[in-house]
């Protein structure tokens, strides 16, 4: 599961009204690193929880990441910051581990990089 994939996730769980974010918690990480692509980060800072995705970033011991963005990010003068925001979004990959609701504690178990958001039919 990459970190985009989290930082989107909320529990389907009724009652939990679409709580955000879930609990991250990793016992098998891996990168793979692919080109980095500044202009499509760029697109989609907009949609993204930087916080969500700063403490996730911290929990996994990835250094760089600004403790806020600057207000205004561009190519030209941002280019090292939209790179390292792309391995941290695209080429971290969990491949084992979980996420966990913080208003029911329903546990998502993530195996080979797949959350299971499946959830009984009675919780719907």
């Known amino acids: 599961m990459r970190l985009l994939t989290h930082n989107q996730l909320v ?25 980095p692509n500044a202009s499509m980060v760029l697109h989609l800072l907009p949609r993204l929880e930087y916080p969500v995705l700063l403490a996730c970033a911290k929990a996994l011991r990835i250094d760089g990441l600004p403790d806020a963005l600057p207000e205004s990010i561009n190519i030209v003068d941002h280019r090292d910051l939209l790179e390292l925001l792309h391995t941290v979004l695209f080429d971290i990959h969990v491949v084992t581990g979980s996420l966990t609701c913080p208003v029911c504690s329903h546990i998502y178990d993530i195996v080979m990089g797949i959350p299971s958001m499946r959830v009984d039919e009675k919780d719907l």
């Open 11 to 35: 529990c389907v769980r009724k009652g939990c009204q679409n709580a955000f974010p879930l609990q991250l918690t990793f016992l098998r990480v891996e990168q793979e690193d692919s080109e």
